[in-house]
């Protein structure tokens, strides 16, 4: 069992930027590829941010390309999102998740359905 806990959601104005991070209660914690999701009211969850294992490689989609990054300190078992210039559209419940990725360091996991562990989100609210 991973225990994940999200913390630092609120809420911000656009324009403005704001840092998530998660906490990992595992004694494995390298063992795990880590992601970022959110999901809104009435939308399906959807994958903001991937890494790997070995934290060399990182997934965006296009919608928070150039303005999130994901970033984890394997010393410290957490895993972090510092999201830039915030808009509406970002307001979300953000889910910290983490997945298996036994064959690879460099894997990075941007689907849903590979995630065994998740946080318990923490609220991001945009105001225009």
């Known amino acids: 069992q991973v225990q994940l806990v999200e913390s630092g959601g609120g809420l911000v104005q656009a324009g403005t930027s704001l840092r998530l991070s998660c906490a990992a209660s595992t004694r494995t914690f390298t063992m795990y590829a880590m992601g970022w999701f959110r999901q809104a009211p009435g939308k399906e969850r959807e994958c903001v941010a991937a890494i790997s294992r070995s934290g060399e490689n990182s997934y965006y989609p296009d919608s928070v390309k150039g303005r999130f990054t994901i970033f984890r300190d394997n010393a410290k078992n957490t895993v972090s999102l510092e999201m830039n210039d915030l808009r509406s559209d970002d307001t979300a419940v953000y889910y910290c998740?983490?997945?298996?990725?036994?064959?690879?360091?460099?894997?990075?996991?941007?689907?849903?359905?590979?995630?065994?562990?998740w946080g318990q989100g923490t609220q991001v609210t945009v105001s225009a």
């Open positions: 998740a983490a997945a298996e990725a036994m064959n690879s360091i460099y894997e990075m996991v941007p689907v849903a359905n590979r995630y065994k562990y």
